[in-house]
């Protein structure tokens, strides 16, 4: 993977977004602490949001699943994975949807995050570590934030809030420069959220 990658993941690693990519075992998305899958992570949690708007949603729906977070037809329009690889990271649960085609196609790597961060404080951390690429927004209606490491081209991480005490985020990384999904990554993240989001609803 490339350095730039490693060093996103780093920065999200300091402020416990989300779990995302390292250059282990060809590309394979791992949780972004550098503990292995399935071992204990910790987190720090935060007060609950005074500003949230909208329908709390329960992520704990799919805590025991992370990788029934997105249906097997939301994953057929998204490309072409090997079977979800469910794993821990600092936030919480979290799976790995690898390219059938690691550097040819997209891998991403969903968090279902349940241990109190904010929308806010992770724009507060985002903004606090420098990070290049900083973007608020909203998804489904949700308070959102887009960041990078350095200038949003082949890989980004979307964070959503999604109750005044939790969040999901979700990351994407791919090395092939020909992908809609290289030249504007934030936006597939921001659509895989939103089909997050469809679940959690549903």
């Known amino acids: 993977m490339r350095p730039t990658i490693l060093i996103l993941l780093a920065t999200i690693s300091a402020i416990g977004l989300v779990a995302g990519c390292s250059g ?15 071992a204990p992570a910790s987190s720090t949690g935060t007060s609950p949001s005074s500003s949230f708007e909208g329908v709390e949603l329960d992520t704990g729906k799919f805590a025991a699943k992370p990788c029934d977070a997105l249906t097997p037809a939301q994953l057929s329009t998204l ?28 891998t991403y790597e969903v968090v279902i995050a349940s241990s ?14 420098n990070t290049p690429v900083v973007k608020e927004t909203k998804v489904s209606g949700y308070a959102a934030v887009n960041s990078d490491q350095t200038n949003a081209k082949g890989s980004c991480a979307t ?10 985020s979700v990351q994407l990384i791919t090395e092939n ?18 089909l997050i989001i469809q679940n959690l609803k549903g």
């Open 24 to 38: 282990k075992d060809g590309g394979r998305a791992t949780p972004e602490t550098g503990t292995q899958t399935g």
């Open 177 to 194: 420069e020909a992908l809609p999904e290289y030249k504007d990554p934030c936006g597939q993240t921001e659509k895989v959220a939103a």
């Open 116 to 129: 109190g961060n904010t929308i806010e404080s992770i724009v507060e951390n985002l903004k606090k570590n």
């Open 159 to 168: 964070a959503v809030g999604t109750s005044s005490e939790d969040a999901i």
């Open 79 to 106: 490309g072409t994975f090997k079977a979800g690889e469910a794993g821990t990271s600092a936030l919480g649960p979290s799976c790995d949807f690898r390219a059938q085609k690691v550097l040819e196609g997209v």
